[in-house]
């Protein structure tokens, strides 16, 4: 048994705790919140058995292997930096920072450190994402010509969603790109196997001023009661477009939104090649479009006996059984605990999960993404 | 914490473990199989501290209060009567039994015993379902007017396709019906609240004769090497189709086939009523459609704000992250365990799991449908 | 040019006449209607030369060579039975006529008459339709093993919805059924090559009693102004579900209902075989799922590169080029008037439009399911 | 009756011909095309009187009202030019041209005439597309926020697929932009309202050489049989991807590709306001999906009696019968002999199909991404 601990208990936290319970050789022994009250408060709902408000105490709880850092992204570098200086496995929820500096040092930090580091890109952890993969790498799409697609949400549509991460010094300079372009980013590179090296974007906020509720404001609700307003100035992107080039040459474009009324998590991806085209929507995870031009074309679905060798397994159960994002969720997990388990990251280009290097490289993208936008014109992201 | 065990570590039992270790508060003490040394390697495997591989003394664990039988088919009555006997709360993987003897004995067993006691009818757990059964109960498609559907497999849609559930001895008198068929009945009844009251069947065995490997056989072997055969004569159904009617006079079909290329799991239905129509579709089970006359067709989607209030908490994620199979399964355990946690059955009418009640029901229908079918007539199913 | 007329210009009588225009060598030369005011009319509307009111007269037009009985239900025997008499090439809208023996006496004059005679089954007629056809006689779904389906619409949902269809003396005893069900019927027929023999059928009439509005009533008015109505009692039947097996011993089951919320014209099938299965839905008409064990399951579309040989030039436009039902309209009349041009019936089997000998069958088909629900036991069909 | 004839008597031409009879008030009297031998030959095929191989002699046919440029490309200006001299009403495929200047030349000699003047952008003619338009013109989807998609075809896949369009000075500098982009671009206009006044392009093209057949060769050829070739420099774009801008500020992204295997003719867009969202596939072009945030999605067919009342018309027939590319080539006809009947074009702004105007603006939007994929840099489109 491996015993981890946990820093941030709010949505995602209890999202990792019960995926790491799934695997069944993990001890979640400890949580860390922001008082001595609301941890212990959560570690008791989650039948955690030891509480801690300072992450320096926290970080010496005897046997204590690994920590997943599910912190707000604004604490994001200084908890990763904590975390690796203490010598322990780290897993960092997205962004793994703020800006490119900050990223570069604790992709740095991580490689020296010698511990075990992952982000929590989990869009690639699907069996049908694993298997668009696997089919580019061995040939059966052919020479890539394009890619293609886009990851458009909602729940930013009106003028009244206002939260954090509307706030530049909280979220970051960027929103839509750096929260949603990060994951289409990280996921269509793993498909493809190829790097993003340059961008050029056109960015866009709808609302210039939003209206922030004075009685304090949750992302989800609908109440329609009359609610006092503050007005906000918004300096972050609702939306995006974004062209761009690998660098075996082959081209694309990807858009952005969290505007877009109807969507709610709908990363999209379509690759063409010389000899076929894969399709993926994060929606319906379950299933593979797969274009041809001599034969119909085919819907795969997470059937183990129709993935190929190397993926079917990712698929844990008979065809027609759906898995989902926590199943997505779950398997990022397992793939890092295999090398925490191992004692130590996997030789490069044999990673099975997303690492601070990963995590550093989208930065960068994500940097490009913003300089272009400013500068209406195309940027290299320099490896 | 609850402290569990399991009977039977094939398949199945993994999985029950791992849906229960999502929950939290559930410490899986032991496990039981045939031999000490098949339950000692399952034990180490999965992270579980005990081995059993005598029921009754498995039964005697201190502290144990809840067991799962995941046995086969053939041993359910057995185990289930003995796990009543034990006093302990019972979740039975489906069928409850064989016969519908065995089942109304079980079910007044389960009854007197005053334990928590469960089937695993998982389908209906899914939030979809919930979502329509709500939206019949709350009146929003009218007057219920008709029921179909199906559920259609490929696995036995060859001849070489043999198992131990193409024997009646083993698996039942009924394959098909019994398998799937159980799983629609309970599904359509949970949605509509209606019970079947009469059927009509007609079923079909395309292979009346089976190869079975003597090299024994895996159920998703794909191999295409020379192989060695044996003739085995085949009596139970490979697919049926059976006419039914509710206790409200309403009508309806529905199809069972392990012999349909190309699904996998595919159980659907559509109920129709005087002011719109649900249809819902287990391999796309994020998805809930809701047909209407005078305005367009929804496709209505497992995002918590969306649903309705008594069911938004079944989806346990924002929009667009898809929940699945295994999800359901979690949302059956989880029910379950809020009865145990209780220590008694919720009251008549207000049960949020299927009970052995549900499962000698099912076993009523079934038993009907195969009379039926040798009889070439309606038969009733009495209460 | 062929010189063709027209009895009867309600809704179907123009979109006869402008299907036949596209063929490009019809001339429509005459319409008939009730009155010769009503005729003229129309006739100026739709740029027809001459215009009767006078079936005899009309009959006896210069020159007429086909003609197209597109009168309502209860007037095609006798109007089928005059066009034949007086030697014309005859194609009739559906049903052939409203009983059984008519369509024996119909069938038996139209093979005297030497004739071109034609039914207006138009489904089978689709470009997918013809291919899944030609993929079950070229053996590729491998040995028949079911059939089903269903044909669902919403039109008669609500109570106040009401037209003459309803009353058994002007549309016939069985409406439903009659009037999709015979669609239905004739489809899977002709995909499958197996006529059914044996049929088991429960209906239903959701409405006891329909409100008829005393204004007068249109199928399709949505108006909510205060009506006044009359209660009508219903004698057809509002849906059914019908259990059948083929010559073959294969077997299957289809549903009807004209009450189906959200359901337009909705015809669907799935062919199951021992190697492959294949489905369509007539509301997507372009795309015919192909359903395999040990590869992904396919979405073949109406590309004439992608489709077999013998059917490829069904498609007449570059894929993604979508045809409707109004191109599978005009060509089961380019298929009915290659007869005509050879002036008389393809031989026995080369048939390539349903024929009055099928309107006859399908007719057999449905007294059959109406003489089973109301005796509630299986009836077969003789040939 | 309107007298019509037909230039150019290819593919396309015969399709122009069968949609002008479906609408029976329209008489193709005459064909011309490059020799008389060919055009007679055409003429007796497609039952049309007269022929001819001169243009001049053509447009003196005696009442001839309109004509339709059916005419390879670069034949396009000329042609349009010469029919435009003769004062007849014309109706050309699309481009109108191949330059800018030609563009505004022939827009203002078609101003001038005072004839009816139309170009085949057939895909805002569908209903759903009409349906999309109107919901934007009434405030149903909002404040226009974005506007996305793709116009994706499979047939220039391969090295050896090679035909004139490839070639710069038959086909013009654009291929990809200029054949598929263009109706895009006037769709996407069309639907918001908009129009497009800046791109910022990056196109390529996948295959520098390609190998054309020395047998000569047809577009849709599969044969596998031992060919010989000619390698060909290729200097028109295979794929492209375009930022924009509209004239209200929103903005958007569209690709295009000839090199898309599996996508035959998937002309796709997304419009996104503050209220709602639309979706629509030409692929599927019965459908248009309409995004909420709110409630569940619709999917909104094409039935009359659920489409805006200014809309439903063009939904000919009840719900589920599911007009197709025919059908909007059908209905592009039916709005422009409206206006020949009238005599003359339509106010500004109540043209209801693309004119000569429209044709000169969209090439105007060509010819900037062709200079903004040059210069790497945003490009406007002076009005």
Not at 44 to 56: I, R, W
Not at 215 to 231: L, N, P, R, V
Request: with cysteine; aromatic share 8%.
């Amino acid at each position: 048994m491996i015993d981890v601990g946990i820093i941030g208990t709010g949505f995602i936290g209890p999202a990792h705790i019960e995926a790491l319970r799934r695997l069944g050789n993990i001890n979640v022994v400890a949580v860390c919140d922001v008082s001595q009250e609301a941890a212990q408060a959560q570690a008791t709902q989650l039948n955690v058995t030891h509480a801690y408000s300072d992450v320096a105490e926290f970080l010496r709880h005897p046997g204590l292997q690994a920590v997943h850092n599910c912190t707000p992204n604004h604490l994001h570098a200084a908890i990763n930096r904590q975390i690796l200086l203490a010598g322990k496995h780290v897993f960092s929820e997205k962004p793994l920072c703020m800006t490119l500096d900050e990223a570069h040092e604790l992709e740095t930090l991580a490689r020296q450190s010698g511990v075990v580091h992952g982000v929590s890109f989990v869009y690639r952890q699907y069996a049908m994402v694993q298997q668009a993969a696997s089919m580019l790498r061995d040939g059966q799409i052919g020479r890539l010509f394009s890619a293609q697609g886009s990851y458009l949400q909602d729940w930013m549509l009106e003028e009244t969603d206002y939260n954090w991460r509307v706030e530049a010094d909280k979220g970051g300079p960027s929103r839509a790109v750096a929260d949603i372009g990060s994951h289409w980013c990280d996921t269509i590179q793993f498909v493809t196997g190829r790097k993003i090296v340059a961008v050029m974007a056109d960015l866009g906020t709808v609302w210039p001023t939003r209206k922030a509720s004075l009685a304090g404001h949750s992302t989800f609700s609908t109440a329609q009661e009359e609610q006092h307003y503050e007005d906000k100035k918004v300096t972050t992107e609702d939306l995006g477009f974004i062209l761009f080039r690998f660098d075996d040459g082959s081209k694309g474009c990807f858009s952005v939104s969290q505007v877009a009324a109807g969507r709610k998590n709908r990363l999209s991806l379509e690759v063409s090649g010389s000899s076929a085209a894969l399709a993926w929507d994060q929606e319906i995870p379950q299933q593979l479009w797969v274009g041809h031009r001599h034969q119909a074309n085919q819907i795969l679905t997470d059937d183990p006996s129709l993935l190929s060798p190397s993926v079917s397994s990712r698929a844990r159960f008979p065809g027609g059984h759906i898995e989902g994002w926590p199943d997505a969720f779950r398997a990022m997990m397992q793939q890092f605990y295999q090398a925490v388990e191992n004692g130590e990251m996997p030789p490069p280009g044999e990673e099975t999960f997303a690492t601070f290097h990963d995590g550093a490289q989208v930065m960068a993208i994500i940097d490009a993404i913003l300089r272009s936008h400013q500068q209406q014109r195309w940027v290299n992201i320099h490896a």
